[in-house]
């Protein structure tokens, strides 16, 4: 303060009297005024201040995350006070990745950063709730027989009885009860179950365990201890992108997102980062200024089009399209008119392009066959191990080889050491051109684009392209190579091939080309043309440094696997996949358990029986929510108009059958008898429980479970649900699990199939089951759907109130969950829960139960030699051979009383067997050791000597302990395994940090990095970024599919069927022609129809978030539908106005949201909105309005069924069918202004 | 030349996701409470849209800010301090709550509680004001992502002052998003406001704060600021704001609104400032001139001349070896890429803004161009998807010249930056095409691009 400096007074305030006012204030109160008499300086007065300091001040800060439906797995700091969670924020201590790159810090979103507010939210569940119907029920009938399961038997036998409380499901009358009540009723259920009906009767559903190892894991433990059914989420969810197995014989592995930064050229495809992935959106930001140009495809205007360069809007569910005649224009550009060395040498070693296809011929021409394997050839070489998986190309001089690498050398001892890319000096020709002078011939190929002919709806718009290849004759076959496939799939023309060429990329008569993908995208020929060569462009000049990220704008559809196809194919033959800051990048859904060899060890109990009841969730759902009865949809509607009429009369449904009778995929229950009465009428009989399955499967005196999902005898009984919302979120035909799975009102508008459409391997019962669940019982920490249909809720702790782990793909760091406080009110943690279920349960096990052998049915799985059990992909009728032509048949133990005790304790079967990651076993005995020390040892019992897993801190100890990610001792040993098998070094890639060892300590301190293991395909070696496939690139792994290269063409009978063998486009699914279904854009009366999408929302995270109430003040409060302002004028809705839009599946109100964001003949509404905050009751059905899932059922592609064949084999999360809900359409209306809730 | 340091903020709008975690944090931790419900220190705005609360940038109609009168004095638009005085007891330039929203909550209750009955229990909106059922109508950002925009856009006051038309079309659609928080303004007009003398300007970092001890509830500051980042607090009848986290400032954490972006787009930082010309540079006569007049009354912290003056005026070594490190100075003096917001309301905002870079080369290359030629780059500036006239309506006043400056600084930056990734190559020509030096431009890319912790704040 210098109150001598004095100038002369020009600028002022104010008048003069206010002036003057100011001028004499400052001889009356203390303080300095300025000369402009603006300012007044005075000392002291800010006693004020306390407020904001004491509101800022805290007891402590504990580390903790969110630990489902998200996959982000960011830190976070947690605030309490006076024992109470105030808020929280972001942790900004992530280990740097370096000097020249932006930092991981601060990872968050709004939605994690609201989380708190559900810790003492009125939505809260605090204790533990039955539905009164039940509670009455139950007590009285304990009342009667004091045994619990004797109880609960006579209320679920009772068909009166059992009808009176289902009915009331979803409707209220849920009453406070005690923890004793509810164990007891769930675990008596589960008895009664499993004594009943079979173990394979009980289903547990929990999505996403790298969000929360341990919650996930305790759960799942227990119900593989039982023989219990796990189901699939990431196939269910529709998130799991088919094409990955199919492409690269890996579930997803993707780039983490600073890898985005490396990319010289990136595309954001039906991926809006900034929403779905908002604590990595800042590395494409921040990438822009490195010079990345970056390109959104997005039918509307997007949150990340405010980043991109260019824009593109293709229509929903053409993507494949664009792709496809982008594809078109590298292939000439860099393939034939130029040849790109860098694209060309990479095509070579890491896909089949090289290899040869024998051409067959059908109907009087020739179409692509099966791949030249070594048993094709001369004798010796045929004489080979598994010569029918070792596929064959060519050298420089035209002579067949046999190249290192393929499925048939994986598992052979004579070939160990050759399991490797090397090609030992062979250059093989991408085409038989390169050979010189040679035949060519015509091959027929599928389209799936054109209108279908008047007269012809039934059969689609089908046809045939002829395009002529370069043939020779190999081994007595005509053949030509994959590459000349390709070239012939995307319609690049050479000099003197036959066939129906395109004059150029502005001819749209033959599908290819850019103008031909303007007729079914509207995007404009030279965008395409353009963004096309500036992506290969990319890839050449920095080294495939061309990036795809890809996301559920294009995953979700039915033809999603064909759409992803396209767009591999873009990367590939681009040389990006494997490169850092290039190729795919998939995100929706996925997740790394970067542990997992430790996390599957403990959840699916392997320690203890193997196999688990794993199975496909889509399926289970589909049967056993009676949407199958609904659907008819005839497979041969898919087929190609080249196929051999194998789908013939069959529905979807039936290529499901199928596939379960074949032993590709899993399906529990499995037959129409308890598994645990067919071990003991086999011990009766005297044979061993597989042949007696097989004899009874011949004589016909057993079914599988899947040809009459409806006889009661195969229902799913008992359902456990714990962090996870299906009925308000994930449940794809909503409405049909709440008719026919639960037995309560429902709002399904549909018929059932009619008797021409029915699934012929199934049994039609003419009354449809109703209520076929007996117990429904959810674990939640909030009211939900899910919570508010079932018939018991347990109050669940929340993740500031546990010890956990999380981990995900988008970084490379471990990090734990810990307690801020204790579980409130009667909260319980998910593992503390099923302890003591799992307590209860082995009480009763002891006079219901006891020791009984379980008849496991396992699908053919992958990265085994079972991946072998269907040479060529022929699918053909042979007698039945446990593990060959159908399930494995394998008795596990199954020790009910003591169930309780191993399910704390580790079991044998770790250090005996040891733990088998993805074809690599892991031995963990120094791991054992050390565990006995740092875990404790059980002090007494049947186990007294095991490692203890009684807390849920000892379990991530475990996890932590059993994986080369956060074990360097594993990860080498791993490598050293891979190393014998490939014949390449690796070891090195783990060797830095083979003493490491995170522990739960470590990660509770910082987020920690992981180590490189051959679990997964990438290398942090070096401090590197982790990108896919890195492994498989640099060091010759082969990819673990048939050739053990990225494969563009499967050869698999189905495939070639369904007429997918080569990347195509199949536009979304013609609803109407299928299913008599509106037709989208077209108006009636006040009627508007339109597609229907549900991309994932800004304020929730599926419906976790969208009833938080910050999230809901900074939205409209309530589910809306995003329409055009023109759709919206079509019908006289104005923004904010109700409307109900409805289908065949169901009834949804909602408010409009009417912006020029959406292009006209599409909504949105955002996934996913749950009927539990502000939904009235609908115009149309008269019951509460639904949710976004109430528009949509569950339709079967049979390609995502295949099993038994290299990569197309079955594994848990890796491939089965996706619960795809993208090609629904809707009818909107404005509805009553005055709506009634109750 | 009287040196005070000023506590700014720097954010780089071509960075905001729009995600609003910083508004949740900052509600999380400051104003979750009663009588707080409808009040953000922090918001985010979609532009265009209307803002929060709804309209406030029209000063026509809210009256809030400083105009200059012909004989070139500052005087409060909404009257003088004795004409505030006159009408203490009924102030007629208040937003209602229909301008920022009726607050509400559901009965969650009945989600847990409601018993056996006909249908799925719901839990139902209520007001928080009244504790009636309601129909949700409004919200703190009802029209997020472009909603609503055929219904409320083209009452954005910033689109009716310009004069280019800017239309509700799909293949024009265009948006960005705009993070506000108080501006800690060097002349604000909410302290020149207050009859009561509770607010006032921190001396030692510039936070502009209510004494809620002296704070009488007579909502003047509310009326005065012209960026309305002053809320009543209806429970206690006080006036709160923005505090610029000052208990975290205090002990040298950034603010939770920058600590938790995860755009990782706000950089947090000190200024020297000559106090004794703030009112003169406030008080220029052209608009325009205003960016100018308030980037002259910020000191160069490396001026020797400056440095002993700020020793006089009694600012610690470290504050000065602070200013000297700060962000702040460095965007928007050096490499002046920062703007301040609406800069015509003449209170000196202390928030500042580098305003958003998108999307160029769409334009480039639909004119048949190379989009990544660094020459046509800037010669589409002015094609912006984003009308550059709507954002010179919002950071310098209408004058399209600094924002043209600041966006081709940017484009050359990723221009120069794809050189160096790609080829490894240094092409200064782009940087001396804006006035740089690859070494600048390389500099301000480490700050804006890799943009680590310790750097932002």
């Not at chain 1, 008895?191 to 759960?219: C, L, N, Q, W």
């Not at chain 1, 290899?355 to 070594?374: M, S």
């Not at chain 1, 020029?1156 to 955002?1166: A, C, D, I, N, W």
């Amino acid at each position: 303060m210098t109150p001598g400096i004095r100038t002369d007074v020009t600028p002022s305030t104010d008048g003069a009297l206010a002036e003057s006012l100011v001028g004499l204030g400052r001889y009356l109160r203390p303080g300095a005024v300025s000369a402009d008499l603006r300012s007044v300086f005075l000392q002291g007065g800010r006693a004020g201040d306390a407020f904001y300091r004491d509101r800022w001040s805290h007891d402590k800060v504990v580390r903790s995350t969110h630990g489902v439906n998200c996959t982000g797995s960011c830190s976070w700091k947690v605030y309490v006070k006076d024992g109470i969670i105030t808020w929280e924020a972001q942790q900004t201590d992530y280990p740097s990745i370096g000097p020249d790159s932006p930092e991981y810090e601060p990872r968050g979103c709004p939605r994690g950063a609201a989380f708190s507010w559900y810790t003492y939210s009125p939505t809260r569940v605090r204790y533990p709730y039955i539905r009164d119907a039940l509670a009455r029920l139950y007590r009285a009938a304990k009342a009667e027989h004091p045994d619990p399961v004797d109880a609960w038997a006579s209320i679920v036998e009772d068909p009166e009885k059992a009808r009176s409380y289902k009915r009331q499901r979803g409707k209220g009358g849920l009453i406070r009860t005690t923890w004793d009540e509810v164990l007891e009723i769930a675990a008596a259920a589960h008895v009664h179950t499993v004594k009943e009906y079979g173990p394979d009767r009980i289903a547990g559903f929990s999505p996403i365990p790298a969000m929360s190892m341990v919650s996930h894991g305790a759960g799942s433990r227990f119900l593989n201890l039982v023989g219990g059914t796990m189901l699939s989420f990431y196939d269910w969810y529709a998130d799991l992108p088919v094409a990955s197995p199919q492409v690269f014989g890996d579930q997803t592995d993707v780039p983490e997102s600073a890898d985005w930064w490396n990319a010289g050229y990136l595309i954001m495809w039906g991926s809006n980062v900034p929403v779905t992935r908002t604590p990595d959106a800042h590395f494409m930001t921040e990438a822009r200024y490195r010079g990345q140009k970056v390109v959104t495809v997005s039918p509307d205007y997007t949150d990340n089009t405010k980043f991109a360069d260019e824009w593109v809007a293709p229509h929903p569910g053409t993507d494949a399209a664009l792709a496809l005649a982008m594809g078109h224009v590298i292939l000439r550009e860099h393939f034939v008119q130029k040849r790109t060395a860098r694209f060309e040498d990479y095509l070579r070693r890491f896909t089949d392009a090289p290899y040869l296809v024998a051409l067959e011929e059908r109907d009087g021409g020739l179409v692509p066959g099966k791949f030249l394997t070594a048993s094709d050839l001369d004798p010796e070489t045929a004489a080979q191990a598994r010569a029918d998986f070792k596929p064959v190309l060519l050298d420089a001089e035209g002579s067949p080889v046999v190249p290192n690498g393929s499925l048939g050398h994986r598992f052979a001892a004579e070939d160990e050491g050759r399991w490797n890319l090397d090609l030992e000096g062979v250059e093989p020709p991408l085409s038989l051109r390169d050979l010189g002078s040679g035949d060519s011939a015509e091959v027929r190929l599928p389209r799936f684009d054109l209108d279908p002919e008047p007269g012809q709806e039934h059969a689609g718009g089908s046809g045939v392209v002829v395009r002529g290849v370069p043939v020779r004759t190999v081994a007595g076959k005509t053949v030509t190579t994959v590459f000349d496939l390709m070239l012939a799939q995307y319609g690049v023309g050479r000099e003197g091939l036959p066939g129906v060429w395109p004059t150029g990329y502005d001819d749209e008569s033959t599908p290819g080309t850019p103008a031909w993908q303007e007729m079914h995208t509207s995007v404009p020929a030279p965008q395409a043309i353009r963004i096309a060569r500036e992506f290969a462009d990319n890839a050449d000049r920095s080294g495939g440094r061309s990036m795809i990220l890809m996301g559920a704008g294009t995953n979700h559809w039915f033809h999603s696997d064909t759409i992803y196809r396209t767009f591999l194919a873009l990367t590939t033959m681009t040389g990006c996949q494997g490169v850092n800051g290039g190729g795919w990048a998939h995100y929706v859904g996925q997740e790394k358990v970067r542990p997992i060899t430790g996390y599957q060890q403990y959840a699916a109990a392997a320690d203890w029986g193997r196999p688990p009841r794993h199975t496909i969730g889509t399926a289970f759902f589909y049967l056993a929510t009676d949407q199958w009865r609904y659907d008819g949809l005839p497979a041969d509607q898919l087929s190609s108009p080249l196929g051999t009429g194998r789908f013939a009369d069959q529905t979807t449904a039936d290529c499901l059958v199928e596939s379960v009778q074949r032993g590709w995929m899993p399906s529990y229950p499995t037959f129409d008898r308890n598994p645990l009465d067919l071990c003991d009428e086999a011990e009766a009989a005297g044979k061993e429980p597989a042949q007696h399955v097989v004899d009874s499967l011949d004589d016909g005196s057993l079914h599988f479970a899947v040809e009459d999902p409806d006889d009661p005898a195969n229902f799913p009984r008992v359902m456990l649900i714990w962090r996870a919302n299906v009925l308000g979120s994930s449940g794809k035909g909503n409405e049909y699990f709440l008719k026919h799975l639960l037995g309560t009102d429902a709002s399904v508008r549909a018929s059932q199939a009619g008797p021409g459409s029915r699934p012929r391997s199934m049994t039609w019962r003419d009354q449809a089951p109703e209520g076929k669940l007996d117990l429904l019982v959810t674990a939640d920490f909030r009211m939900t759907s899910t919570t508010l249909f079932s018939d018991i809720v347990l109050p669940a702790a929340t993740w500031y109130e546990k010890h956990d782990l999380s981990s995900t793909d988008m970084h490379p760091f471990i990090h734990a969950f810990n307690p801020a406080i204790a579980p409130p009110w009667q909260t319980k943690t998910d593992f503390d829960t099923f302890g003591l279920l799992a307590e209860q349960f082995s009480r009763m096990a002891r006079t219901h139960l006891g020791v009984r052998r379980d008849l496991v049915a396992a699908p053919l799985q992958h990265d085994t030699p079972d991946a072998m059990a269907t040479p060529h992909g022929r699918v053909q009728d042979l007698p039945r051979t446990p593990g060959v032509t159908m399930p494995k048949l394998v008795v596990v133990e199954r020790d009910y009383p003591n169930l309780h005790e191993r399910w704390k304790a580790l079991g044998p079967l770790a250090e005996r067997l040891g733990m088998t990651t993805k074809g690599i076993t892991y031995h963990p005995e120094v791991e054992i050791a050390r565990l006995k020390r740092e875990n404790g040892v059980v002090a007494s019992g049947p186990y007294a000597g095991s490692v203890r897993l009684d807390s849920d801190r000892r379990v991530c100890e475990l996890i932590l302990a059993f994986s080369g990610t956060s074990n360097g001792r594993l990860a080498v040993q791993g490598f050293r395994q891979l190393e014998k098998h490939t014949g390449q070094e690796l070891a090195f890639l783990a060797e830095e940090h083979e003493g490491a060892h995170l522990s739960f300590q470590d990660v509770s301190v910082q987020p920690r990095s992981v180590i490189t293991s051959p679990e997964w395909s990438g290398s942090e070696h070096g401090g590197r970024r982790y990108t896919a496939f890195a492994i498989n690139v640099e060091h010759l792994k082969p990819w673990h599919t048939l050739t053990g290269r990225q494969h563009f063409y499967l050869d698999h009978d189905w495939m070639d069927e369904l007429g997918e063998a080569l990347p195509i486009y199949r536009p979304p699914l013609d609803m109407h022609r299928l299913f008599g279904d509106v037709v989208p854009g077209t108006t009636s009366a006040a009627e508007v129809h339109v597609r229907y999408l549900t991309p994932h929302s800004k304020w929730s995270i599926h419906s976790e978030y969208q009833d938080n109430l910050f999230m809901l003040s900074l939205s409209r409060g309530g589910p809306t539908i995003w329409m055009s302002p023109q759709d919206a004028a079509k019908i006289g809705v104005r923004d904010n106005d109700w409307i109900e839009s409805y289908n065949r599946n169901g009834v949804v109100v909602a408010r409009a949201n009417v912006s020029h964001r959406m292009p006209e003949g599409t909504v949105y509404m955002y996934h996913a909105k749950d009927r539990t905050v502000d939904v009235p009751l609908s115009e149309i059905s008269g019951q509460r309005g639904g949710i976004h899932n109430s528009l949509t059922r569950i339709l079967l592609k049979p390609s995502h069924l295949i099993g038994g064949y290299a990569q197309l084999s079955w594994a848990f999360n890796y491939l089965g069918p996706t619960g795809n809900q993208r090609d629904e359409v809707t009818t909107i209306r404005r509805r009553n202004q005055e709506v009634q809730y109750r | 030349m009287k040196v005070m340091a000023q506590m700014s903020m720097v954010m780089n709008l071509d960075k905001c996701i729009g995600c609003h975690t910083c508004s949740v944090t900052c509600k999380q931790a400051w104003t979750n409470r009663t009588g707080m419900e409808y009040v953000w220190f922090n918001n985010v705005e979609t532009r265009p849209g209307v803002g929060y609360p709804r309209g406030y940038q029209d000063q026509e109609k809210w009256g809030g800010g400083w105009v200059r009168d012909k004989r070139g004095r500052l005087r409060l638009r909404s009257g003088s301090r004795l004409a505030k005085l006159a009408r203490i007891f009924s102030n007629p330039k208040l937003p209602g709550m229909d301008d920022y929203y009726e607050p509400w909550t559901y009965d969650y209750d009945m989600l847990v509680n409601a018993p056996s009955g006909q249908h799925t229990p719901v839990a139902r909106p209520k007001s928080l004001i009244t504790g009636k059922d309601m129909k949700i109508s409004w919200s703190a950002n009802w029209d997020d992502d472009l909603g609503g925009s055929v219904e409320t856009m083209q009452q954005d006051p910033i689109l009716r002052k310009m004069s280019e038309e800017v239309s509700a079309e799909f293949e024009k659609a265009f948006m960005f998003y705009l993070p506000r928080i108080c501006e800690h303004c060097l002349n604000p007009a909410c302290v020149a406001s207050c009859p009561s003398g509770a607010m006032y300007k921190r001396a030692e970092d510039g936070i502009v704060l209510v004494d809620q001890d002296a704070c009488r509830g007579w909502r003047m500051c509310v009326s005065g600021c012209p960026y309305k980042k002053v809320y009543f607090n209806h429970k206690t009848g006080k006036a709160e704001k923005c505090t610029l986290c000052y208990p975290r400032i205090e002990v040298g954490l950034p603010t939770v609104c920058s600590e938790t972006c995860v755009g990782r787009l706000r950089y947090l930082g000190l200024v020297l400032y000559d106090v004794d010309r703030v009112a003169e540079a406030a008080a220029v006569e052209d608009e325009h001139d205003l960016l100018d007049a308030q980037r002259s009354v910020i000191l160069d912290p490396h001026d020797p001349a400056v440095i002993e003056a700020a020793r006089r005026d009694g600012i610690p070594e470290d504050w000065i070896a602070s200013a000297q490190q700060s962000p702040i100075h460095r965007l928007i003096q050096e490499y002046r890429v920062a703007l301040p917001l609406h800069p015509e309301y003449r209170t000196m905002p202390m928030v500042w803004y580098i305003p958003p870079l998108s999307p160029v080369v769409d334009v480039v290359s639909g004119s048949g161009n190379d989009g990544e030629d660094a020459r046509t780059l800037f010669a589409a500036i002015d094609k912006l998807r984003i009308p550059i006239g709507y954002l010179a309506e919002l950071f310098t006043a209408g004058d399209v010249r600094p924002v043209d400056a600041a966006l081709r600084r940017l484009a050359a930056m990723r221009s120069y930056m794809r050189g160096v990734n790609l080829d490894d190559e240094r092409d200064d020509r782009i940087a001396e095409a804006v006035g740089m030096t690859g070494a600048e431009i390389e500099e301000m890319y480490r700050l804006l691009a890799i943009a680590k912790y310790e750097e932002r704040y």
